[in-house]
Structure formats: structure tokens, C-alpha cells
């Protein structure tokens, strides 16, 4: 049985309350960014990406807005792995991430780690034609990034292929990321290191 004697001791226990849920609160926050934020890259997961992509496509239809994907994958990634280690290959990959970010829109577009070499961007209020300069634009500046490898005299460059698509009237999202995925395997078909635009 609890015993309050004074006005005093009743203030003190609603402050160590509210102490206490403030803090659990915190902490629910935290696990909850950690359940969407890809470990290796900083980026969003896939599971947030899969909701995100609902929404914004969702949004897109009923405010007639444009909205355009990117699908994003590394060039003979499995061979860099094979030949360098994979420890080289997260570097790779951070690298990539850290390049998307700051090429991202902030709080606009939404950019994740699909899975293994894999990355998507979310890009709302965004044509085909505007995410297409987008995509060559970081293409351009991944290229152009060296990898310096202990075991190798000169620096080692990776590049990327990327597939763009473009929301389509009254379609929905796993329609564009089929789309999205279909144009960037022709970038890969096509050589590698370039875009393509689904449909075009």
C-alpha cells in the first residue's frame, strides 16, 4: 500500500512518472529509426522503402502530382567482392550511400538501400526527364571516385547503372519499381555505366 503524506511527495512522484515516460519514450524512438535505417549505409531500409513507395505513389495519384523512381545497382559488384574482399566492397558501398545523400533532395526525396548492391530514390514532384539528369549527375560523380586498395598500385574506380521510371496515370508502386528495375537492367545489358528510362 503506497502512503503519501504531503502535497510535496505526490509532486515528486508525478515528476519521476513523467521522467520515466519521457526517457521511454526516447528509447522507442530510437529503436524505431534503428528498425528503418540500413546499418552499413545510413539510408533507409528496405521495409521503409516498400511503405514509403506506397505513400508517395498514393499521393502522387490524388494530388495529380509527378513522381519519378530511381533503381540504382553497382557494376560487377560480385567480381569486386570476389577479387578485393568484402571488407572493400562496404566501403564501396557506404561510399555509394554516402553520394546518394548528398545528392538527395532534403526531406523530399527518399533514398534506401534496396539490399546487397541495390538502391532506390524515391523522387517526389520529379518527371523522368528531371530524375534522368539526376541519375547521369551521380554516375558522373561516382565514376569519378577512387578506391584505394592495399593490394593494388593504382586506385581502383567502380561505376554504376541506373534505371529511372516515371509514375504512370493511375498506376501504383509495384508497377514503377518493375519498371524502374526493368530499365536499369538494359543500363547493365547496355555495358553498364549509363541510365535508362523505362519506355524510352
Same mark, same amino acid.
Given at each position: 500500500?503506497?502512503?503519501?503524506? +504531503?502535497?510535496?511527495?505526490?509532486?515528486? *512522484? *508525478?515528476? +519521476?512518472?513523467?521522467?520515466? +515516460?519521457?526517457?521511454?519514450?526516447?528509447?522507442?524512438?530510437?529503436? =524505431?529509426?534503428?528498425?528503418?535505417? !540500413?546499418?552499413? $549505409?545510413?539510408?533507409?531500409? %528496405?521495409?521503409?522503402?516498400?511503405?514509403?513507395?506506397?505513400? =508517395?505513389?498514393? &499521393?502522387? &495519384? @490524388?494530388?495529380?502530382? #509527378?513522381?519519378?523512381?530511381?533503381?540504382?545497382?553497382?557494376?560487377?559488384?560480385?567480381?569486386?567482392? #570476389?577479387?578485393?574482399?568484402?571488407?572493400?566492397?562496404?566501403?564501396?558501398?557506404? @561510399?555509394?550511400? %554516402?553520394?546518394?545523400?548528398?545528392?538527395? %533532395?532534403? =526531406?523530399?526525396?527518399?533514398?534506401? %538501400?534496396?539490399?546487397?548492391? /541495390?538502391? $532506390?530514390?524515391?523522387?517526389?514532384?520529379?518527371?523522368?526527364? !528531371?530524375?534522368?539528369?539526376?541519375?547521369? @549527375?551521380?554516375? &558522373? !560523380?561516382?565514376?569519378?571516385?577512387?578506391?584505394?586498395?592495399? $593490394? /593494388?598500385?593504382?586506385?581502383?574506380?567502380? $561505376?554504376?547503372?541506373?534505371?529511372?521510371?516515371?509514375?504512370?496515370?493511375?498506376?501504383? +508502386?509495384?508497377?514503377?519499381?518493375?519498371?524502374? #528495375?526493368?530499365?536499369?537492367?538494359?543500363?547493365?545489358?547496355?555495358?553498364?555505366? &549509363?541510365?535508362? !528510362?523505362?519506355?524510352?
Amino acid at each position: 500500500k503506497l502512503n503519501i503524506k +504531503s502535497l510535496h511527495e505526490i509532486e515528486e *512522484l *508525478l515528476n +519521476s512518472f513523467n521522467i520515466m +515516460s519521457l526517457k521511454l519514450n526516447e528509447s522507442y524512438k530510437r529503436l =524505431e529509426t534503428l528498425s528503418i535505417i !540500413d546499418k552499413l $549505409t545510413g539510408l533507409y531500409n %528496405r521495409r521503409y522503402f516498400d511503405e514509403a513507395l506506397e505513400k =508517395e505513389v498514393l &499521393r502522387a &495519384r @490524388r494530388f495529380k502530382h #509527378d513522381l519519378s523512381l530511381m533503381f540504382i545497382d553497382i557494376d560487377k559488384f560480385k567480381h569486386f567482392n #570476389d577479387t578485393y574482399g568484402h571488407t572493400e566492397g562496404d566501403v564501396v558501398l557506404q @561510399r555509394l550511400g %554516402r553520394l546518394i545523400k548528398e545528392q538527395a %533532395r532534403n =526531406e523530399i526525396d527518399i533514398a534506401c %538501400r534496396y539490399g546487397g548492391e /541495390e538502391f $532506390t530514390v524515391i523522387l517526389p514532384e520529379t518527371t523522368s526527364n !528531371d530524375a534522368f539528369t539526376i541519375a547521369w @549527375r551521380l554516375i &558522373r !560523380d561516382f565514376r569519378g571516385i577512387k578506391f584505394h586498395i592495399a $593490394t /593494388e598500385e593504382e586506385p581502383v574506380q567502380e $561505376t554504376i547503372s541506373i534505371g529511372v521510371a516515371e509514375l504512370e496515370y493511375e498506376g501504383d +508502386s509495384k508497377t514503377l519499381l518493375v519498371q524502374a #528495375d526493368k530499365a536499369m537492367y538494359e543500363a547493365k545489358k547496355l555495358g553498364g555505366n &549509363r541510365v535508362c !528510362d523505362y519506355g524510352v
